[in-house]
């Protein structure tokens, strides 16, 4: 009876290790269902949950501590960030759209070189253009609403009002559509724009700085690591560079045909 007792729990315990080890252990290369965002009961939201979901998407998803930071000096600091928006409006040199500082924080996130802070430009821009992405781009990707949360923030973090609404009419099902209907890119070149990698990285025309030169990545890493690299970036880490630096859901994002094709032009850069 005991021996009957331990055989049953064994095996068990056996079956839930497997089921876990395939639900978790391995890699999951299949990168089916397109983005769909997070779903957000924005109408029940307060206004402190509201800037607490925009501090997470700062922190997390916005991927915006990973130039806005103390260190490295790669962009300017964030704290302030209203009222200098207030300043940069009133900047004789300002040439955007924006009428006040939460329309400039905006501004800044979806064009970010409609105003580039002098000395931050791109490497011989002369200031002109800004290494920043557009953070509702494929790279990021983030929705009206979590754009929102993060002036929200910003506001809130650096002291004056919170100025923007919750937004209440966010056309979720239009998101999921639309997301539901892309067509799979048709070249690596477009691929690596969809997904905002040349935001980081020097590869083919585009001139990133944050993330190692890809431009022969081919020559020392296979087609194995490379497909790590982009599916669980904090695998491996390269020598100089932070871990959470680079999007960790482009396995959620890409279709596996996408993968592959990124995965084979890459190695193919000697
Ligand atoms: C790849 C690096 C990078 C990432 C990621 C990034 N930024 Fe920036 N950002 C910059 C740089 C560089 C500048 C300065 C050049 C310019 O004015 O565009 C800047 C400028 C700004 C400005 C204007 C600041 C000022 O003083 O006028 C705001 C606001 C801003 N970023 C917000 C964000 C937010 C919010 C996120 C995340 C959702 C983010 N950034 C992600 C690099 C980045
Ligand atoms: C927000 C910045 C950012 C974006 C966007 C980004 N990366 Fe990265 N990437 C990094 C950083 C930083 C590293 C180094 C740290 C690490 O390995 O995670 C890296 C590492 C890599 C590596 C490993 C390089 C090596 O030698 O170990 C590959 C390959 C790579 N990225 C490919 C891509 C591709 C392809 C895309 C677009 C689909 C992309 N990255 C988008 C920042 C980024």
């Keep these: 009876m005991r021996n009957l007792l331990i055989a049953t729990v064994f095996s068990l315990l056996t079956i839930g290790f497997f089921t876990?080890?395939?639900?978790?252990g391995i890699p999951q290369i299949e990168p089916s269902p397109p983005p769909t965002e997070e779903k957000l009961d924005l109408g029940a939201m307060t206004m402190d949950q509201f800037?607490?979901?925009g501090e997470r998407v700062y922190n997390g998803k916005g991927t915006c501590t990973l130039c806005h930071t103390a260190v490295g000096g790669r962009a300017p600091m964030?704290?302030?960030?209203?009222?200098?928006?207030?300043?940069?409006?009133?900047?004789a040199g300002y040439k955007g759209k924006a009428k006040d500082a939460a329309e400039y924080l905006r501004e800044s996130m979806l064009e970010p070189s409609a105003y580039v802070v002098a000395g931050f430009g791109k490497a011989g821009t002369n200031d002109t253009v800004s290494p920043m992405p557009n953070v509702s781009?494929?790279?990021i990707g983030m929705s009206e609403a979590e754009i929102a949360a993060v002036i929200a923030y910003l506001q809130d973090s650096s002291g004056v009002e919170v100025t923007v609404e919750i937004p209440q009419d966010v056309p979720e099902e239009a998101a999921e559509e639309s997301a539901e209907q892309r067509e799979?890119?048709?070249?690596?070149?477009?691929a690596i724009s969809e997904f905002g990698c040349g935001a980081c990285h020097k590869v083919g025309d585009e001139e990133g700085e944050v993330g190692p030169d890809l431009t022969k990545i081919g020559a020392?890493?296979?087609?194995a690591y490379l497909r790590r690299s982009i599916l669980d970036p904090n695998a491996d880490i390269g020598e100089g560079f932070e871990p959470d630096s680079m999007p960790p859901d482009y396995g959620t994002q890409m279709y596996a045909s996408e993968l592959e094709m990124l995965?084979?032009?890459l190695a193919g850069l000697k």
């Design 51 to 53: 800037v607490a979901l």
């Design 20 to 24: 876990g080890y395939s639900n978790y």
């Design 78 to 91: 964030l704290d302030k960030a209203a009222p200098v928006a207030a300043k940069r409006i009133a900047d």
């Design 263 to 265: 995965v084979d032009y």
């Design 184 to 190: 799979p890119v048709a070249s690596p070149e477009d």
């Design 137 to 139: 781009g494929g790279g």
């Design 220 to 223: 020392t890493r296979d087609k």
